[in-house]
């Protein structure tokens, strides 16, 4: 080091850096201004090769360019993006940082003409190191003006309203603890005055974790599953669907039960919950778990002893690709529980999208769940939805399928089914007219028959792969009367929420229909007009634009801001292009698969939101398959196996003239191409239809940067997946951010109260429950998400107050 020091070796691999920095900056910059953005980085570029060279020779004004480049470069920042530390950041942090190494003296004071001055290099030093210390400290003071109260929180108008069937207060019976769908647990043990004490009380492991090629290739094995609660016991479920039983206050294992299970052909294994029945006295297996495997069938489990219920179909089990057609093998499964409502077992099921049109059919089946019998079928695709199938028919393929959570009003006798898109997701030139007027659509059907009450679209013609993941949460709103007026909340992935009267879809509060871009791929349409939920606050991304795109360094924001500028982007629903275009928001939604919450006493929605912008690239299927991405095939009449495609983000889309390419939109450094925050969590007031507070939610501690799990926890806001569960005592639960913990935050003010570590990331939604020992637990399952990147693992989590 001394040797380094003392040589003038330093100015000259500096010089030679700042001149290779130039370099890029030059050429890229020009690029970007061919494509008509900003003319700073080519200026720039141009300058530091001066100054690189001037460093390279030993000349003392090649300092003082490149003092005067960041001074410019700083007022350049600030005036394109004002004092947000974290817009600020890409711009100026790594030039101050080498302004820092250019004060150093074995820089500095080894350039032509003897030193700079001690007085100069050590006030340049501290210069630069106030501007490291003044965007750091921008980034969190914008971090802590995004959490913004913007009005009070209503107070609790009374007692709990109760579900319908009954669900015991101390007990959770559904995916979101009762048929509505609420996610509300009317527990008040743990307040915000108390729960910074919570502790861990119990962990178990399941033992299912993935195997080596199930996380390959953008498969993904993720543990999503949110036990359910029936007296004593927790019964939950694996991605490779054991089915486990635990003992609710010690998470002691009573049974499991591992399914002959094949496995080896689904892209994406997760299994988010089970499903429970009480059978009529005198059944065999009277207290019944009811699950599916990952390859399509639908079984029945005693509650107590964890073995296959004989009468259950054919010895406990019922197939699901029965009259489906050809289904190869991956192509048809259940993600989400099914739903047991009126003596109904009602489920669809996950069809392996965006791999060709005709696949096997949305059908929506309901069984009985003592005997298995199939009561009734609806398939939008006969003239009668419900109409009993003849000898050698089949349901028709290629329909919108529900793959999500459902949720019921068993007073009203109804299902409400939250729809996909017909397959292919991103080409939809041969949708037949009931795939148009079903897809991206919330059908409310009668519980026992079957038959459709109504239905109401969210998007038209979607070709964004906009379906809806879950089924809406129920709620009873004060009505303008003085009445009440049974209501349903349908998130989306757009981060709209739909407000409708229940019994007939018709909407509460204003929906517009507004312009939507143009410009479909050739052969294809799409709608002039989208509905807007003008009437209820929008939580989706603002708009895109050039200054918006972030990066770690220069180098990776200025890529950024190439590519937004090479990319298709006229906002929500610019659609599929040749040569690609940014989805913003995208398939991974504002809102996915785990929805929102709702305090029924404050009438108050709490749902947490990602921000992941993607690229679709439609590419001619003749240059798809020249580049390998996908390989002929026969199609599903043919013999021939289903050939994979390259990576699960390609879509074949078999049948059409396009195969598409969908990614997260990243720089070449692995960090998001647009700005933070990436991750927010809101609360809504359902009777104001205002949002009452904001705040950003997440780090990025295990942002896999470079491929690692490690990074600084930067309060950014974090991409999450799962959701989040509100409860009496006045708290928000929720795992979900892509690093690695659980949170709890004030109802009334969104505060974060109370964190914990987890194993891996908690991509479930929580849950919570009062113990045999009187005390309330919240539990969430810590698995992973290969969708997120997080860590897998196979934990359960349960945190409790200390004994007293």
Request: net charge negative; aromatic share 12%; charged share 15%.
């Amino acid at each position: 080091m001394a040797v380094f020091v003392r040589s003038r070796l330093a100015v000259t691999l500096t010089g030679i850096f700042i001149g290779l920095l130039g370099v890029a900056l030059l050429a890229l910059g020009v690029w970007l201004i061919v494509l008509g953005g900003s003319w700073y980085y080519a200026v720039t570029g141009l300058a530091l090769l001066v100054s690189g060279g001037a460093l390279l020779l030993g000349w003392r004004w090649g300092f003082w360019l490149y003092c005067l480049i960041l001074v410019g470069t700083i007022a350049w920042a600030i005036y394109e993006v004002g004092t947000d530390g974290w817009k600020l950041m890409p711009r100026v942090l790594a030039p101050a940082v080498l302004g820092l190494w250019l004060c150093m003296p074995w820089v500095a004071g080894r350039l032509r003409g003897g030193g700079i001055g001690r007085w100069w290099r050590w006030s340049g030093a501290a210069a630069c190191v106030l501007v490291v210390a003044l965007v750091i400290g921008a980034g969190y003071q914008v971090t802590a003006q995004r959490h913004v109260q913007h009005a009070p929180v209503a107070e609790a108008t009374g007692a709990v309203p109760e579900p319908d069937p009954p669900v015991p207060s101390e007990e959770w019976h559904f995916y979101g603890r009762t048929a509505d769908g609420l996610r509300f647990s009317p527990l008040a043990q743990i307040t915000p005055a108390n729960v910074s004490r919570l502790q861990l009380a119990w962990s178990f492991h399941t033992g299912d974790l993935p195997r080596d090629f199930e996380t390959k290739n953008g498969r993904e094995f993720n543990f999503e599953a949110t036990p359910i609660k029936v007296g004593d016991r927790l019964y939950l479920c694996t991605p490779h669907r054991w089915v486990i039983a635990l003992e609710a206050t010690t998470g002691r294992e009573v049974w499991r039960f591992e399914p002959e299970n094949d496995t080896h052909a689904n892209e994406y294994l997760a299994c988010r919950g089970v499903a429970y029945f009480e059978a009529p006295p005198g059944t065999d297996c009277p207290r019944r778990i009811i699950s599916t495997t990952a390859d399509a069938r639908l079984f029945a489990l005693d509650a107590d002893t964890g073995r296959l219920c004989p009468g259950f179909g054919q010895g406990g089990y019922v197939t699901l690709t029965d009259q489906l057609g050809s289904t190869p093998p991956g192509f048809h499964f259940i993600t989400s529980q099914p739903l047991v409502a009126r003596n109904r077992i009602v489920l669809g099921g996950w069809i392996y999208d965006n791999q060709a049109e005709g696949e096997p059919s949305g059908v929506v089946r309901a069984y009985d769940p003592v005997t298995g019998a199939l009561a009734w079928a609806w398939d939008m695709g006969r003239p009668d939805p419900t109409a009993p199938l003849g000898p050698g028919e089949s349901y028709t393929r290629g329909t919108p399928n529900g793959w999500g959570t459902y949720t019921a009003d068993p007073a009203l006798g109804l299902v409400f089914i939250p729809l996909g898109n017909a397959t292919p997701d991103y080409y939809g030139a041969r949708r037949r007219p009931f795939d148009e007027e079903y897809s991206s659509a919330l059908v409310a059907l009668d519980i026992e028959t079957g038959r459709e009450r109504w239905h109401f679209q969210t998007v038209h013609h979607d070709v964004w792969d906009f379906d809806l993941p879950i089924g809406p949460s129920l709620i009873d709103l004060p009505g303008p009367d003085g009445g009440t007026i049974p209501a349903l909340v349908q998130t989306t992935k757009m981060g709209q929420f739909f407000l409708l009267d229940r019994r007939d879809g018709h909407p509460i509060t204003e929906v517009q229909e507004r312009p939507a871009p143009g410009g479909p791929l050739p052969g294809d349409h799409v709608s002039p007009t989208q509905p807007h939920s003008a009437g209820m606050p929008d939580i989706g991304p603002p708009r895109l634009t050039g200054t918006e795109m972030w990066g770690a360094t220069p180098l990776d924001q200025l890529w950024c801001r190439i590519q937004f500028h090479r990319l298709r982007y006229e906002g929500l629903y610019t659609p599929p292009t040749v040569g690609g275009n940014i989805s913003y928001p995208a398939f991974d939604g504002v809102v996915d698969w785990h929805g929102a919450s709702i305090d029924p006493t404050r009438h108050l929605l709490i749902a947490n939101a990602s921000y992941i912008p993607f690229s679709v690239n439609a590419i001619p299927r003749d240059e798809a398959l020249r580049r390998g991405l996908i390989h002929q095939w026969g199609g599903f009449d043919s013999n021939e196996p289903y050939p994979k495609p390259s990576s699960f983000s390609v879509g074949p889309q078999y049948g059409t003239p396009y195969v598409v390419v969908v990614d997260p939109w990243l720089n070449f450094l692995g960090a998001p191409c647009h700005a933070p925050p990436w991750g927010k969590l809101y609360a809504i007031d359902l009777r104001t239809r205002q949002v009452v507070w904001e705040r950003v939610v997440g780090t990025t501690r295990d942002m896999n940067l470079f491929g690692t799990h490690t990074n600084l926890p930067l309060p950014t806001g974090m991409f999450n997946i799962g959701g989040t569960m509100v409860t009496a005592g006045g708290l928000v639960f929720m795992g979900a951010t892509a690093d690695n913990y659980i949170r709890a935050f004030d109802l009334r003010n969104g505060d974060e109260v109370w964190s914990a570590r987890l194993p891996a990331g908690g991509q479930a939604n929580p849950m919570s429950y009062l113990g045999n020992d009187g005390r309330q637990y919240v539990v969430i399952s810590a698995g992973g998400h290969g969708g997120l990147r997080t860590e897998n693992g196979d934990a359960v989590m349960a945190y409790a107050l200390p004994n007293q």
